[in-house]
């Protein structure tokens, strides 16, 4: 295990141990923002492969063997996936480990919201630490974990077969030591913090629940909001009439004091869709909900013309 000071960095480090300069790494679309600028800054380039939306998001394992294809050497694999909060089923992991393991390509597996599966029976979101066939890094952190972001701290599992494992663990130390970036306090502390997430965990988690129980309740009454299919996480994405586009959308319910993401920060074009957090107190939610709603009855109901 690398202790990092996050995700972000953990994902830079690895970029720099994994990829040549000019190199290409895959990462999922829709997905998190961030990774294709940490990609440009490191002089990498980031390609999309594709989750499709249906009744669950499904990887697109053809623009996966593309992308490995035209020469990408690592997958990234967020799981859950914000904000399409998908899972892969074991025969997609079957599938894209012996992809990898044929191109001699990577996996970097993000798992800071595979603490939040919606339903907690649900088995697929447990961690890839563990044995594995093909070099594997996982990634979490205190700041999903704990709800800690201010402490900086975050970590790399690495798993694999057991040379590349030894090789990959040499070279981030190499890379951690470069930067001395985690400090020393939070990681003395770390043991304790470790062992009162629970508590926050929970509390967490019910309001997830209470959020997306409001969230539904409201759509049911309101034909024309629709919330896309999702397992896990910290936000969802909600589908608004076709009216406006998700910018003007998410630009009107600023108006309103409403701060949502509008779906393209995500590389979403499932339509009109919207993003908005889970982990917002429930009173606040219900009255974002209130005026989304509000906003959606203005708009008139698109009449068909024959
Ligand atoms: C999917 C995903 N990965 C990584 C990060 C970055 O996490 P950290 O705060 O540990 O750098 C985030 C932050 O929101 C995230 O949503």
């Known amino acids: 295990v690398i202790l990092t000071s996050g995700t972000s960095e953990s994902f830079a480090h690895l970029l720099r141990l994994l990829v040549d300069p000019g190199g290409s790494v895959l990462v999922p679309s829709p997905g998190y923002p961030l990774f294709e600028p940490i990609a440009t800054a490191e002089g990498v ?27 990408a050497r690592v997958v990234v694999v967020v799981h859950p996936n914000p904000p399409a909060g ?85 070279g981030l130390e190499w890379l951690a030591d470069l930067f001395l970036s985690v400090g020393t306090p939070v990681q003395q502390a770390l043991p304790r913090i470790l062992r009162e997430c629970d508590r926050f965990q929970s509390r967490m988690r019910s309001r997830l629940h209470a959020n997306l129980a409001s969230l539904d309740t409201r759509i049911a009454r309101e034909p024309r909001i629709a919330r896309l299919p999702a397992e896990g996480g910290w936000s969802c994405t ?16 600023l108006d309103r004091d409403v701060a949502i993401h509008p779906g393209h920060f995500y590389d979403l074009d499932a339509g009109a869709c919207v993003v908005p957090s889970l982990i917002v107190p429930p009173a606040v939610f219900v009255a974002a909900l209130d005026r989304i709603a509000g906003l959606v009855a203005e708009d008139p109901p698109i009449t068909k013309t024959h």
């Open 45 to 71: 380039r980031a390609v999309s492969y594709r989750l499709e939306p249906g009744p669950q998001w499904r990887i697109d394992l053809d623009s996966v063997e593309r992308g490995l294809g035209a020469g």
């Open 238 to 253: 909600i589908r608004l009439p076709g009216s406006r586009d998700d910018e003007r959308w998410a630009l009107d319910l």
């Open 86 to 170: 998908s899972a892969l089923t074991p025969e997609d992991w079957e599938a894209l480990e012996a992809m990898c393991s044929a191109r001699g390509a990577s996996l970097i597996v993000d798992e800071v919201f595979s603490d939040y599966a919606w339903d907690p029976a649900e088995p697929r979101f447990a961690s890839r630490a563990g044995t594995r066939p093909v070099p594997t890094f996982v990634l979490n952190g205190l700041s999903k974990v704990c709800g800690l972001p201010q402490l900086k701290l975050g970590w790399i599992v690495v798993a694999g077969p057991e040379q590349d494992a030894r090789r990959a663990t040499s």
